[in-house]
């Protein structure tokens, strides 16, 4: 927990000087955006790699490969809109939650048939999204079900790995191309007519990833106190619930202080606003959020789960409303 939450701090640092909304937008691509996405092809490029090198789930080189591009996706898996929407590719990286077990079904059908899809990338494209992301890759590193998949169990990892890399290559090269562009001059024929509802799909972004973490992050494996859930929260097979939410932070902050850069006193309250959050957070002791189950364990996910939500109302108070921004839909909202 230490590495995400230390750079999280680091990384939110108050803004002293005002800007106009063209600079803010701009900053918030090039300085967020782009970066997030490059980072993520990159990682992922090197995660392909690694299980090209091997394939055995419990190599520590393809684990941290995996963990590395996996950190990258979650930092910037709020940024659901534009070029992470076409076909699909946001859940295509990150299918989750799963309420009805359709990841290991799919994954365990493919390995039962040894379809042979998997040793086409195009036509890999068109299986089911549950074999796809990080998630579908987290169960054949980590769940004892396909430890024993073989040789068609290898290279569906491989194939995994590739579509992953695939993926984000995609995403990053459409936020450096024409997109970007058409995205940051708002016209009447470009994705946003105005810099104000550029500026919204950003807000949103944030707005809806901060909601994310709420509900589904902690919301989930906290269930109901005679009723606590624990298996529900996310990336538990590896031991990366915790870290999840703590780079969503990270995330939803870096873009968050960028949009509250007009007024210094706002982006001041903001900033103060995710270190109470953090510094709550920090208090969990679980990677994997299995102090749910115990009832002074429950009272910590609860209290850093309302943190959060106070951070929420606070990008409300110092971004949307000095802005005049309204939240609006996110693809995020249909998980």
Partial sequence: MRSPLFALCLALCPVVAAAAPTDVLQRAVTEHVQPGFDAL???????????????????????????????????????????????????????????????PRTLQGLI?????????????????IAAHGFTA??????????????????????????????????????????????????????PYRSETEALGALYTAAMTGLQFTIEARLGRPMGEFDNPRPTRAEARRSGRSLRHVALSLEGTGRLALILAEEDPREAAALQAAYDRAVLTLGRLEDPALGEVADPMGRFRVEAAQQRIGDLREAVRAHVGGPLGLAEGFNSQDGD
């Fill in 137 to 190: 890759l987290e169960f054949l590193l980590y769940d004892p079900q396909f430890a024993g998949a073989g040789d068609y169990g290898c290279r569906l990892l491989r194939r995994v790995a590739a579509d992953i890399a695939a993926t984000s290559a995609a995403i990053a090269a459409d936020w450096r191309g024409p997109y970007a562009a058409a995205f940051l001059h708002p016209a009447p024929d470009a």
């Fill in 112 to 128: 039962d048939a040894e379809d042979p899809v998997i040793d086409d990338p195009a036509g890999f494209a068109e299986v089911s």
């Fill in 41 to 103: 092809a990159r990682d992922a490029e090197a995660l392909e790699q690694a299980a090209g090198a091997t394939c055995d789930p419990a190599d520590p080189e393809l684990r941290a490969a995996f963990g590395t591009a996996w950190d990258d996706w979650i930092r910037i898996s709020h940024l659901r809109f534009g070029p992470a929407e076409v076909d699909n590719r946001a859940f295509s990286l990150g299918l989750w939650p799963d309420a009805r077990g359709f990841i």
